[in-house]
């Protein structure tokens, strides 16, 4: 089974990029022959200063690397080193209709937003489709808001297939009936991560880098200090119990603390008698823990930045074999010489 995950580069990696994602994902590398890359080509839509766009795709390697990711077991590379991966842009958005594209969820919140309607956010899920399709996975792990995604590759890519591969039957993808054709283009599954965290920011809204509301995993030690210290409680007498509904500090702790520990720190919230000053720094002590290996690990590929180039230019030679391979067919079965 091949699976294929990636991560936007658009700025410091947060807690909730762990627990929401990168926790799981790398978990997946035990499962079979996994993809992960790092998609500094999209974060262009956001990010346009070039040193901060070098320096994030650096950070969101040696955060992978760091949080558990084998390179001996998975395949790590930027996807700017696969060069193909914009080829198949191009030719698969050749056949993508536009309708699909004015009617794509993350391109009318953004819009909703205020953020400038520019092409790049129009056609990046085309770009999206191509990263997923270039490597013919299996399987690709995406939370809930990222389903309509894989539904536009698998659309786009029957399209393709229907157009460019005689024999081809929607029904029969794989051909295996007799008299019918393979699809060049697989058609992936979503893997849907039910019980991916949704983690709560130091204001208590989602954690996100747009709402300035993290707490980084590699930070400073006095930021990170900082902003437990200042996430938003309530008035909430010492003497008194805890709220546990609307309360991010609780649910951080209830997300952060070891289950086995966690039981006595849920009762002592209920009782009452520790004021949320003590629970902070108890989150700051279980962050300290729980991140110190990887903050170890992230401190030395800092400092060894050729073993970083050396891992990601291994990957993406594995990387770009497999492209290679699907291209020198699309090309053929376009008419693209």
């Known amino acids: 089974m091949r699976i294929l995950s990636g991560v936007q580069s658009s700025g410091r990696l947060h807690i909730g990029n762990y627990y ?11 499962e079979g022959e996994a993809f992960f890359f790092i998609a500094n080509y999209h974060s262009l839509t956001s990010l346009r200063d070039p040193k ?6 650096r950070e969101a390697a040696m955060a992978y690397l760091s949080l558990g990711l084998d390179p001996k077991k998975a395949v790590l590379f930027r996807q700017s080193d696969v060069r193909e991966v914009l080829e198949l842009y191009w030719l698969l958005g050749t056949v993508v209709p536009v309708a699909n594209l004015e009617r794509a969820t993350s391109y009318k919140d953004k819009i909703a937003k205020g953020i400038s309607a520019d092409f790049g956010l129009f056609a990046y899920p085309v770009l999206m489709a191509a990263d997923i399709l270039l490597y013919s996975p299996d399987v690709v792990p995406v939370g809930k808001d990222q389903i309509q995604h894989i539904e536009f590759a698998r659309d786009w890519a029957v399209k393709f297939n229907l157009t460019y591969v005689p024999g081809y039957d929607p029904q029969d993808p794989e051909g295996k009936e007799k008299g019918h054709a393979p699809g060049l283009l697989k058609l992936p599954a979503a893997r849907v991560q039910e019980d991916t965290a949704t983690v709560p920011g130091v ?15 590699f930070g400073e030690e006095k930021d990170i200090k900082k902003r437990i210290m200042g996430i938003k409680t309530d ?4 003497e008194s ?17 070891p289950p086995e520990q966690f039981p006595e720190v849920d009762a002592s919230w209920r ?18 823990e729980a991140f110190a290996p990887a903050r170890k690990r992230y ?22 074999a ?11 079965a376009m008419g693209v010489p």
């Open 271 to 288: 009782a009452g008698g520790k004021g949320y000053g003590d629970y902070k720094k108890l989150l700051l002590a279980t962050y300290l």
């Open 241 to 257: 119990p805890k709220p546990t509904e609307n309360a991010p500090l609780y649910d951080l702790l209830k997300l952060m603390v």
């Open 203 to 217: 204001d208590g809204q989602k954690m996100s880098k747009s709402y300035g509301n993290t707490i980084e995993l």
């Open 20 to 30: 929401g994602a990168i926790r799981q994902f790398v978990q997946l590398q035990e």
């Open 235 to 238: 008035s909430t007498a010492v």
């Open 322 to 332: 497999e492209a290679a391979r699907l291209m020198q067919r699309v090309r053929r």
């Open 299 to 320: 401190a030395e590929l800092a400092n060894d930045p050729a073993e970083l180039e050396r891992i990601l230019a291994d990957g993406a030679d594995r990387a770009r």
């Open 52 to 57: 901060l766009a070098e320096a994030y795709t």
